[in-house]
């Protein structure tokens, strides 16, 4: 086993740059000022956020002057969406309405959410099942009082993009302010604020540092955004807070170098990303998510039909990547942008996302590609779809016992299969759909009933939870495990 995973999941981060790395390690060693200060030190501080706002600006087609740097994509999200509704005189955001995607990033939907809160009426548009969104029925979705529009460019888990100039048009005829979270686009697609109202980028999905942001506001809609952050006066009255130098030369190069290498990105996570789709489409039951050309280059989501997705991730531990397991997530739930695309509980759950980057390697998409094929074999090998696998007992004369529990639809499924002869047991084998603690338990069991008697103690549920190391809230399943053996045994 490697020690360090393939990393195939730019889309939550990417590495630093490293020329990156060293451009900002020269201006923490530089002695520099604080940029507002007006003396040597301090002006020299400026100087050098002044050139990364130019960076900036210019990878999207904007000036300098319409760049607020923030601390990364979810507080440019939230200045936008807030800082553009708050600002607006009270009689408009009475009757105001904000709409957003179903399928935004939580950066979106968390502040919509609070203007909900606050008594705005939202709407939370599902997009068609490829995650794009139609001009038409954006057309349809808007209201005499949407203050707003708010939107993801490219998904940050299936890679779908949107066709923002289609997006933009109808806005812009409507009068209808318009917000796009580019985080995922930067660097991949073309991007140009033109018919944009704000646009808001993060530094470390292209290369650049954590921690460093940007949101484009329009020199129209600079005078009635209202700050969230207030203080000192910083970025023109927009977000205060002391400009962290350093940060921003660095998101200034990443910019930079994201603009020069683009074209030449896109081409390598373009055909990496065709070359391992490529090496898992043959499957049976692996369904791609999302559309499968209105995509940025580098995001690859699959669901797998039939596996159970906790120990599909489980079984791969090589990989560094991302799943809409409900293990992944801090809800609690299978990834709620699938399941808006329509896909079901256990294909939410059993999906991956694999997000390439600049340093990704064909090598690294092979170990990948292996990888999951591996596991599927193995873990399809215990699918309940399969007959018992019990043909080579009877062949033997043994007599054969079974005990099922379980509904794949809950979460978990298992079948215990029993050989025996005479008093004793032979030989047992498991079929099982279910979270790597129940496949352990299974397992763990199977290997233990050999040579004992129908009323051999075996153990109870409780001892079983605590031999596979699964948490109190897996006993449900160590139950199931109880049930299939007594089932089995029944028949003795
Ligand atoms: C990563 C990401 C964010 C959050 O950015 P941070 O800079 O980490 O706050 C927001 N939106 C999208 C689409 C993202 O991919």
Same mark, same amino acid.
């Given at each position: 086993?490697? *020690?360090? &995973?393939?990393?195939?999941? +730019?889309?939550?981060?990417? &590495? ?22 007006? +003396? ?15 960076? @900036? ?17 979810? %507080? ?19 009757? #105001? ?12 939907? #968390? ?8 008594? =705005? ?29 708010? =939107? @993801? ?16 048009? @109808? ?82 190069? *990443?910019? %930079? ?7 030449? $990105?896109?081409? +390598? $996570? ?17 369904? =791609?998510?999302? +559309? ?39 809800? #609690? ?18 999906? $991956? ?28 090998? =215990? ?6 696998? @019990? ?30 002869? /005479? ?17 352990? *338990? ?10 004992? /008697? ?30 299939? $053996?007594?089932? *089995?045994?029944?028949?003795?």
């Amino acid at each position: 086993m490697t *020690a360090t &995973p393939v990393y195939l999941d +730019h889309a939550a981060t990417t &590495p630093v740059d490293s020329r990156v790395v060293a451009a900002m390690a020269e201006v923490l060693s530089a002695g520099l000022g604080n940029p507002a200060s007006t +003396h040597p030190p301090g002006r020299a501080a400026a100087a050098r956020v002044a050139h990364a706002r130019e960076q @900036v600006g210019a990878l999207i087609g904007a000036a300098a002057a319409d760049i607020v740097f923030t601390s990364g994509a979810t %507080e440019a999200n939230a200045l936008a969406i807030l800082g553009h509704v708050r600002g607006q005189p009270a009689e408009r955001r009475s009757k #105001g309405h904000v709409l957003a995607l179903a399928t935004d990033h939580k950066a979106i939907l #968390g502040p919509v959410q609070r203007l909900a809160d606050e008594g =705005l009426a939202v709407t939370r548009l599902v997009p068609a099942r490829d995650g794009v969104l139609s001009a038409d029925a954006l057309a349809a979705a808007l209201r005499p009082g949407t203050l707003l529009v708010s =939107l @993801v460019h490219v998904n940050s888990e299936t890679g779908v993009a949107q066709d923002l100039p289609a997006l933009a048009a @109808v806005c812009r005829e409507r009068g209808v302010a318009l917000h796009v979270d580019a985080a995922q686009s930067a660097g991949k697609l073309p991007l140009d604020v033109q018919g944009i109202d704000y646009l808001s980028l993060t530094a470390h999905k292209f290369g650049g540092p954590q921690g460093v942001g940007a949101l484009y506001v329009a020199p129209a809609r600079r005078v009635t955004l209202q700050a969230q952050q207030v203080g000192g006066g910083q970025e023109r009255g927009l977000r205060a807070g002391t400009l962290p130098t350093h940060q921003i030369v660095g998101m200034g190069l *990443a910019c %930079e170098l994201a603009r020069s290498g683009r074209e030449a $990105l896109a081409a +390598h $996570l373009e055909s990496l990303r065709q070359r391992l789709w490529q090496g898992l489409a043959d499957l049976p039951g692996v369904l =791609l998510n999302g +559309h499968a050309l209105q995509r940025a280059p580098g995001i690859l989501n699959l669901s797998f039909e039939d596996v159970e997705g906790e120990s599909l991730l489980a079984g791969l531990p090589e990989l560094a990547v991302a799943t809409g397991s409900a293990c992944n997530s801090s809800s #609690g739930e299978p990834s709620y942008v699938l399941r808006a695309l329509g896909r079901d509980t256990q294909l939410a759950q059993a999906s $991956l996302r694999m997000s390439l980057g600049a340093g990704s390697t064909e090598q690294e998409v092979d170990t990948a590609i292996a990888a999951v094929r591996r596991e599927l074999t193995r873990l399809r090998a =215990l699918s309940p779809r399969l007959p018992p696998p @019990v043909a080579d007992w009877q062949a033997q004369g043994w007599r054969v016992l079974q005990g099922e529990a379980g509904a794949r639809r809950l979460g978990t499924w298992l079948r215990l299969l029993l050989a025996v002869e /005479g008093d004793r047991v032979v030989a047992a084998r498991f079929q099982a759909y279910g979270c790597p603690h129940t496949l352990a *338990a299974c397992r763990a069991l199977v290997g233990a009933l050999p040579g004992q /008697g129908p009323s051999t103690p075996r153990g109870s549920p409780a001892d079983w939870l605590a031999q596979s190391g699964a948490p109190t809230d897996k006993l449900g399943r160590m139950l199931l495990l109880e049930d299939a $053996l007594q089932a *089995a045994l029944s028949a003795w």
